[in-house]
């Protein structure tokens, strides 16, 4: 999965600013913490995708069918997105097999989350800041918790891949 590290440091960098920010600005760094997040888990989401087609099928027929599967997939839902694509690379038994091995919490917490964050990128993005109308946002904290949650199930994923031989670093 890619390193969380940077997306951590932006959202921190982006939090200073919404602190900083006067009405309406701070809307302003709340959505942009919110879109920035949910880019960069649909980014980890592909890195797994991508690392587990590439260790698992050969054919290059199929690597092309999964890689345009890849790359068609828009969202970040847990069954909508990232367990479809995963599908098609693993096989409906590995995934059973996989989601019967990851920690309940740490995938309650992933799922859960990311249907939060779905709501509210979908909301930010699909709207803009008026002045004088109340609109709110989750501030750049309250994503980055849910950013950490996210990644907390996707590295668990990542280590129930890798100890059943489907994916490796």
Not at 128 to 147: A, F, K, M, W
Request: aromatic share 8%; with cysteine.
């Amino acid at each position: 999965m890619l390193s969380n590290a940077s997306i951590l440091t932006t959202l921190i960098h982006i939090e200073g600013q919404y602190n900083a920010a006067i009405a309406p600005m701070d809307n302003f760094y709340s959505k942009l913490a919110i879109l920035e997040a949910c880019g960069w888990i649909e980014e980890a989401m592909d890195d797994v995708l991508e690392r587990s087609m590439n260790y698992k099928i050969k054919k290059s027929k199929d690597v092309d069918f999964v890689s345009k599967k890849i790359l068609e997939n828009y969202g970040f839902d847990y069954s909508g997105n990232f367990r479809k694509v995963l599908t098609y690379i693993l096989g409906l038994w590995n995934i059973g097999k996989m989601e019967r091995r990851l920690d309940p919490l740490k995938f309650a917490r992933l799922v859960s989350q990311l249907g939060n964050l779905k709501q509210v990128r979908d909301s930010a993005a699909h709207t803009h800041v008026q002045v004088g109308i109340t609109q709110y946002y989750d501030g750049p904290s309250v994503t980055r918790q849910r950013l950490l949650h996210v990644t907390d199930g996707l590295a668990d994923i990542e280590q129930v891949l890798i100890s059943m031989k489907l994916t490796k670093l």
